[in-house]
């Protein structure tokens, strides 16, 4: 680590120092955590763009797929509403995979022609209609059993731990389906492909009742292991002993503790992935991959399978931010579809990692961590300074306006920041070396 | 059987809704063609651009209501929409002034002006939500109707209505009048010309002395009086909303990649494509079957392919089909 390395982290640590002292230490952690969630998915942006030069917007999306993980794996099992119909939905998704994928060997395996048209088209539609026909009444049933507290046919009831992978998993497949057909285009085809992907992802998740509650959210999904509840530890008289010994107040104590064993449950998974994709980068198949991001064309003709190995940087990195966020809904507690928004999901993750410094670890975590607190905290103090600023001016409609929008004063920080980097130092503030 | 009631069921929700759609998503995707034929690169700020000159035009024609005038039978924004296009049009060259000529110059790689043009959409948006509110906002006025519901059906004695709203027919004929405007600009004038011997060769278009700074500008202006009319149509057919026209990003580079990135044709060909499948797809067929068939096969359902909060996954899913099979568009675009 360099003098400057060492100077920028300790700058960024003092950012969350100040918000301690200044605001409180709640605050601070509460901030940090969120920082280092999204720090870990700015690794996987970074793993396909710093890595390989690949371009995806879905980080949004495969932020959901983990959450939606999380509620499958574990959010409690609704047996009645699984009786009414699960089976049924799970026998219908079935029967539409297979007629895709029938109609996958139609197309390779038939000759080109009009009957090979005719054949794949009508297995397509058939196998919708067909799909259709066993998935609708099955939803119906399956809907119907306790809509106001279920109506979905929950989850396997397992640990969070066993979720987070499950989520990566999960996006992992998703980021076969796209990577196969997006890549070894143009590159512009992959991110608007990714764009349209992750916006289909959350708007399923929003309108599948039966799977995740949609809109009407699932909340309740129980904490990883070893964070135990605040309340627990509040009527645990060893923990008040404890903590009235240390001086302080068993409320503020529980929920300090909640906050540091996420720390260390998110700071180890962060360590993991960073050594992780160290190990990569300073690999054969790291150095392989660098080449191939700097020139496709040598690559290629040193026999290098260009489009073979952008997949699989694509499935890795997408499978690092589906982690992250089955990690996101754990610590949440709940899964909220009306949250996901591309702006805070996937172009912040962005500004994050080009900040930083893309291709370098050090330098996403420093644009994680530097980002992740500018956006929570402009947030809390944006509307502050706007206060301080307007205060000269007569109370009135412009006032109150400025006042009001002050908010969304941080997407156009963002912007600025992003373009200002872009220009002035666009290999980001640690660059790759 | 009622033919001539499921004709009119049919135009009335599913015809008239797509032709009006689609010739919004046509200007829209004209613009993304434009830009990418010219300065080469996806430019993901456009629907943010449709947004910022909308909300111009809207504040305009707040002003103009307020003061009493008006256009007549028709909506009052069009009055205020070459002050939008002006404003737009102002803003984009600024941007590509202090951002976007840069990296024109350095020759980066169209990846990186996508990221750029990233930042760009960031601080659009944050702009026109500073000014205006992340709020719904309609702002249309004038005659509702052209062919109203009820004096259609007296006057014609079927069962169905029909509405012909004035806003469908202002986003059409504006429509065309915009597109035939662009096709004439670029095949007859010399700065048409020059424009397209620029997208077509870009070495040999300065050989033979034609100016990049001002293809580039001209290039701006029009993108940008597209994509105001684009979204001040939109908006004056449903509502205006930020994030809406955020989220038209979709359709609008689907429409464009459908018809070929790079060819005008294609992009208006691409936006009907779309807007057509959208609808058809996302509305329900109950109405216009239980018209067709005899009393006792009425359908039950509501004969809706895919509920309407999919209406993405169309736009997605046409997008896939063309990438797998012809990656250039229906109309041969220039890339690959």
């Given amino acids: 680590m360099t003098g400057k390395t060492a100077l920028l982290f300790g700058a960024v640590a003092c950012l969350y120092l100040g918000t301690g002292f200044l605001q409180s230490w709640g605050l601070a952690l509460t901030i940090l955590n969120s920082a280092l969630l999204v720090t870990i998915a700015a690794l996987g942006v970074n793993i396909q763009w710093g890595y390989a030069g690949l371009f995806s917007v ?12 999380v509620v499958l794996i574990s959010a409690r099992p609704n047996t009645e509403n699984w009786q009414a119909g699960g089976l049924g939905i799970f026998l219908a998704l079935v029967l539409g995979a297979l007629a895709a994928i029938a109609a996958l060997f139609a197309w390779r395996l038939m000759s080109k022609g009009l009957a090979r048209t005719a054949v794949v088209a009508g297995l397509l539609v058939g196998g919708f209609f067909l799909f259709r026909a066993v998935f609708d009444p099955n939803v119906m049933a399956v809907e119907a059993v306790n809509p106001q507290n279920a109506g979905n046919v929950g989850g396997l009831g397992l640990p969070s731990l066993i979720a987070w992978p499950v989520g990566g998993l999960l996006a992992a497949a998703v980021a076969w389906a796209i990577g196969k057909t997006a890549l070894g285009l143009r590159s512009d085809y992959l991110a608007i492909a990714t764009l349209g992907i992750a916006e289909i992802i959350v708007a399923v998740i929003k309108n599948e009742d039966w799977l995740a509650r949609g809109v009407k959210n699932i909340t309740e999904l129980p904490r990883p292991w070893p964070v135990p509840y605040e309340v627990d530890l509040q009527a645990d008289p060893g923990f008040v002993e404890t903590a009235t010994r240390w001086g302080m107040d068993p409320r503020t104590a529980s929920i300090t503790l909640v906050d540091l064993l996420y720390l260390l449950l998110f700071g180890t998974v962060l360590l993991i992935v960073i050594w ?44 690092v931010i589906g982690f992250a966020g089955a990690m996101l809904t754990s610590m949440d507690g709940q899964l909220t579809p009306g949250t996901y928004n591309p702006l805070a999901f996937t172009f912040l993750v962005w500004v994050m990692v080009i900040v930083g410094g893309s291709g ?10 530097l980002i992740g607190w500018l956006w929570l905290v402009v947030e809390n103090v944006g509307p502050n300074i706007m206060q301080v600023l307007t205060a000269p ?15 969304h004063m941080r997407l156009l920080t963002m912007g600025v920041i992003l373009l200002l980097v872009l220009r002035f130092s666009p290999r980001g503030l640690i660059p790759e070396k | 059987m009622d033919i001539l009631n499921a004709l009119v069921a049919f135009l009335n929700f599913m015809f008239i809704p797509a032709v009006s759609y689609g010739a919004q998503l046509a200007l829209g995707a004209l613009g993304v063609t434009l830009i990418y034929s010219i300065l080469r690169f996806s430019n993901f700020a456009h629907g943010d651009t449709m947004a910022f000159g909308t909300m111009v035009t809207i504040l305009l024609t707040w ?16 009055l205020a929409l070459p002050v939008g296009i002006a404003a737009t049009a102002a803003l984009v060259l600024v941007t590509d002034r202090t951002v976007y000529r840069f990296y024109r110059r350095q020759k980066a790689s169209p990846t990186i002006v996508v990221i750029v043009s990233l930042g760009v959409m960031f601080v659009m948006n944050g702009i026109v939500r500073f000014i205006i509110g992340v ?70 278009a300065l050989l033979s002395g034609i100016n990049p700074d001002r293809v580039v500008a001209i290039t701006w202006i029009i993108a940008a009086a597209l994509a105001t009319t684009a979204g001040v149509l939109y908006g004056l057919d449903k509502s205006f909303m930020p994030f809406t026209y955020f989220q038209l990003l979709l359709p609008i580079f689907a429409a464009a ?41 009425a359908p039950e359902g509501l004969l809706q392919l895919l509920s309407t909060e999919y209406k993405f996954a169309v736009s997605f899913t046409i997008l896939i089909i063309v990438l797998l099979f012809r990656p250039t568009g229906v109309f041969k675009g220039k890339s690959l």
């Fill in chain 1, 58 to 69: 879905g980080t949004m999306g495969f932020t959901a797929l983990g959450g939606l993980a």
């Fill in chain 1, 360 to 369: 370098n670890n050090l330098g996403t975590v420093l644009g994680g961590l």
């Fill in chain 2, 135 to 204: 709020d719904n906002q309609t702002f249309t006025d004038g005659a509702r109707f052209v062919i109203e519901p009820r004096s259609f059906m007296e006057a014609t004695g079927l069962s169905e209505p029909l509405a012909l709203r004035t806003t469908v027919v202002v986003t059409v004929v504006t429509a065309v009048i915009a597109m035939g405007a662009l096709f004439w600009f670029l095949q007859k004038t010399r700065t048409g010309k020059s424009m397209r011997a620029y997208s077509d060769n870009e070495d040999l």
């Fill in chain 2, 63 to 78: 002003w103009l209501q307020a003061q009493g005038i008006g256009f007549g039978p028709l909506p009052t924004a069009l």
């Fill in chain 2, 257 to 297: 990649i459908v018809g070929g990135l790079g060819s005008p044709i294609g992009a208006i060909a691409g936006g009907f494509i779309i807007a057509f499948s959208e609808v058809l797809v996302t509305n329900a067929w109950k109405k216009i079957v239980t018209y067709l068939v005899p009393e006792s096969m």
């Fill in chain 1, 393 to 407: 001016m007569p109370d009135g409609w412009l006032r109150d306006h400025l006042l009001g929008s002050a908010q």
């Fill in chain 1, 276 to 319: 992780a994709s160290e190990r990569a980068l300073h690999s054969p198949w790291g150095r392989m991959m660098r080449a191939i991001r700097d020139n496709e064309v040598s690559a290629a003709a040193m026999g290098k399978d260009v489009t073979g190995r952008h997949l699989q940087v694509f499935i890795l990195g997408s499978a």
